[in-house]
């Protein structure tokens, strides 16, 4: 079992960074791929960024490609999602998840989920 609690949103300038983290309890951290998924208002929950448990696969959705980073720190049994030139679009409400494993961007067995932390960009 792993429990999740998210921080770092905010409100920024289209432009602007923000960086989310996401700290886990539970001696199991380190067995789980984490990922980070949003949920914009009347749209569906994606995941953006997935960091696989060995720490060596990563994924990104196309539409953060190059402007967000997924990183993991097992020490600290924390996740992080930098987020750099952020949009009007990047707008949600940012989940962190901790799974067995992801199939792509979909997750494979029970996956556990963090409360979510609002991140708005305005132009």
């Known amino acids: 079992q792993v429990q999740l609690v998210e921080s770092g949103g905010g409100l920024v300038q289209a432009g602007g960074s923000l960086r989310l983290s996401c700290a886990a309890s539970?001696?199991?951290?380190?067995?789980?791929?984490m990922g980070w998924s949003r949920q914009a208002p009347g749209k569906e929950r994606e995941f953006v960024a997935i960091?696989?448990?060995?720490?060596?696969?990563?994924y990104y959705a196309d539409s953060v490609k190059g402007r967000f980073t997924i990183s993991r720190d097992n020490a600290k049994n924390t996740v992080y999602l930098q987020m750099n030139s952020l949009k009007p679009e990047d707008t949600a409400v940012y989940y962190c998840?901790?799974?067995?494993?992801?199939?792509?961007?979909?997750?494979?067995?029970?996956?556990?989920w963090g409360q979510g932390t609002q991140v708005t960009v305005s132009s």
């Open positions: 960091f696989s448990w060995s720490g060596f696969n990563t």
């Open positions: 998840a901790a799974a067995p494993t992801f199939r792509g961007s979909t997750p494979v067995g029970e996956v556990h």
């Open positions: 539970g001696r199991t951290f380190s067995s789980y791929a």
